[in-house]
């Protein structure tokens, strides 16, 4: 059973469009990562969000924390194709991360 | 600075077989994970390190045992391979500094189990 869900699980779009990808758990987290993954490497951390109700920006990429601390989302605008990849959320608790099911974006160029 | 080195980064067992998988991190972080990743289930952890000398299960740790030969280096063996044990493996160390939590990944081994 996962602990975090993302939505949607596959979303093709074409460049300049904007999107949102969701990450859903009935669990509480003490920090939400996000991380994107290109195809052969490893996932690289893009955000930590600590606190309900946070709100980061890193470039044209906004992140935010649920006021719970449950849920979070990924808003991309004027995507690129350089955003191409597999997006991730982890959540996490003491040690532990517990990684969502994966976004798999491509930006049609 | 290598950051996090795995080896191999592929191969193939036939069921049965025993192999491990190596990985090292450079960065002197203190907590090292082993995660699996399969189609659709995102990446799930495997057993992971707090600390030099400790050792903790994690979400999927049957058919699988780890050592944590020192600060740098965090071994995970298969004893008998299984089919459903192939997938990518993935290490990662993890650094605690100002709330940032980062965890940094190695490039994965691609494991097939015939």
């Known amino acids: 059973t996962q602990l975090l869900e993302q939505s949607p699980q596959f979303l093709s779009i074409q460049e300049g469009e904007n999107l949102t990808v969701y990450c859903n758990s009935s669990?509480?987290?003490?920090?939400l990562q996000w991380y994107r993954q290109e195809p052969g490497e490893g996932p690289v951390l893009l955000v930590t969000?600590?606190?309900?109700?946070e709100v980061k920006k890193l470039k044209r990429l906004t992140f935010q924390f649920g006021d719970a601390r449950k849920d979070s989302s990924l808003h991309i605008t004027a995507a690129q194709p350089g955003d191409t990849g597999l997006y991730l959320c982890?959540?996490?608790?003491?040690?532990?991360?517990?990684f969502g099911t994966g976004t798999s974006l491509t930006v049609i160029p | 600075n290598a950051g996090v080195t795995q080896t191999p980064k592929f191969q193939v067992l036939k069921t049965g077989q025993s192999m491990t998988l190596q990985c090292a991190q450079d960065?002197?972080?203190?907590?090292m994970y082993w995660y699996r990743q399969d189609p659709g289930m995102g990446l799930r952890l495997i057993y992971y390190?707090?600390?030099?000398?400790?050792?903790d299960k994690g979400e999927v740790p049957n058919g699988y045992n780890v050592s944590r030969l020192n600060k740098r280096e965090f071994s995970l063996r298969l004893e008998s391979a299984a089919p459903s044990q192939t997938s990518v493996y993935f290490c990662?160390?993890?650094?605690?500094?100002?709330?940032?939590?980062?965890?940094?990944f190695g490039p994965g081994t691609r494991l097939t189990v015939l």
């Open positions: 990662a160390s993890r650094v605690l500094a100002g709330g940032n939590n980062e965890q940094f």
């Open positions: 669990s509480v987290f003490s920090s």
């Open positions: 969000v600590v606190t309900g109700g």
């Open positions: 982890a959540g996490g608790r003491g040690n532990q991360f517990y």
């Open positions: 960065m002197n972080h203190n907590s």
């Open positions: 390190s707090a600390s030099e000398g400790t050792t």
